[in-house]
């Protein structure tokens, strides 16, 4: 007879909080250690470029944990532009909550890993906000958050409040080297002693955090002045050239596989970056470079790319871009791994769903 599985939920407190990340390093850990997979996204809000019905994380997540289609559960509803209009109009008639319930009825696996919306409340409007996915498919529930607000404690104290017994525990992410100390000697106990314990408390990574060029690319609407071939490369901070250049070399020289965003005209601050661990050179206000910028860069190998807008504009781009970047490329997936293996208190987990490894 075919056994029943036990539910995880991972939720989070606010939007690009983390959680693939959390759900790729668990279940791969989970996996190594013979335990069986499932996985579903009940509500969507990742379009997939490739399929208007399609969530994005849960084509990532399948083809990175290597799981067959009958261990995907499907992803209910797309929250999208339309279907909240309908929702509003009172066109939606379909019970979503019914719908859920069919989760229960597929056995054979060990746990079902659901990924929950971007905060507590998205999905009300359909009845498929995070308590109450975690009510009908009776789920322990794991919530992630980044300690970059103030109010991320009494996010967690008042997710508590909603999720009762059904908060098995949270993910504080994403911590500043500066912050690790207080969090973890004064964060954890605080929440520990108020029954909501702290699974796990992750560093900050400028790898997890970090774009490919391609991406800065795309948001930017930028021309590729040069080096197309290298748009794959790895951008992990961002330096501005705007001041004069013995400055900012001190800047440049600190930096780490960096984009530098200066005007055209500046000419010797984009050389000086050139020398210097920079993977994308951006140039603003559109004004070409000079032709030893883009041999200097062509050799090096390094993307130059020209935008329209001013410098101001294209940084808010950039760190609009940095704070909702997702897990998708490989080399990031390892590290995610790697730190939940090492970050994440797995003994709690198992015997709170009472599996063996």
Known sequence: MPKSASYLLIGST??????STITVGLAHQLQAQGITIAYGKPLGNCLNTTSISTDADVQFITETLKLSQNSIRPTLLMLDKSNIERGL???????????LTQYLQIEGEDLVILEGPSNLDDGSLFELSLPQ??????????LVTRPNLHSYIDSLLSAKQRLGS??????INDVPPAALETVTSLVKPFLEVRNIPVLGILPRSNLLRSVTVEELVRQLEAQVLCRSDRLGLIVESLTIGAMNVSSAMKYFR??????VVTGGDRTDIQLAALETSTHCLILTGKLPPDKSVLSTAEHAEIPVLSVECETLSTVEIINRTFESVRLHEPVKVEFAKNLIAQHFDFERLLGHFQLEA
Do not use: P
């Open 166 to 171: 059904s908060l098995m525990g949270v993910v």
């Open 133 to 142: 996915v975690a009510e009908i498919t009776n789920s322990a529930v794991i």
């Open 89 to 99: 109009l009172g066109k939606e008639k379909t019970d979503y909550q019914k719908s």
């Open 254 to 259: 600190k930096a780490r596989n960096m984009a």
């Open 14 to 19: 606010e939007a690009h909080s983390g959680k």
